[in-house]
């Protein structure tokens, strides 16, 4: 299981920064290997449609983090500024 979930996390890594894009298809068939061997199905694609929605969701999803962090790191510095004084 261990082995099927890292192998996920990569292939997840290696769409979003989009190197490694050769390697992405025999990740793919590592993991349905592995499902296979225990018994487990094999996810099904998404399609298209909902696919695109999904990373408009996603998208925004990560621009609401990034103003998070943003915030909270202009928080921190000033409670730093605060501390010197």
């Known amino acids: 299981?261990?082995?099927?979930?890292?192998?996920?996390?990569?292939?997840?890594?290696?769409?979003e920064t989009k190197i490694g894009v050769k390697y992405?298809?025999?990740?793919q068939n590592?993991?349905?290997?592995y499902e296979e061997k225990l018994g487990?199905?094999?996810?099904?694609?998404?399609?298209?449609?909902?696919?695109v929605i999904l990373e408009n969701e996603t998208e925004e999803l990560k621009a609401r983090i990034a103003t998070r962090r943003e915030e909270r790191k202009k928080k921190?510095?000033?409670?730093?500024?605060?501390?010197?004084?």
Request: net charge positive.
């Open 1 to 15: 299981m261990k082995t099927i979930s890292e192998l996920n996390e990569a292939l997840h890594n290696l769409k």
């Open 76 to 85: 921190v510095l000033e409670l730093l500024k605060k501390g010197k004084e």
């Open 30 to 33: 590592k993991v349905k290997e």
């Open 40 to 51: 487990k199905k094999p996810i099904e694609a998404k399609p298209e449609k909902e696919a």
């Open 24 to 27: 992405i298809n025999d990740i």
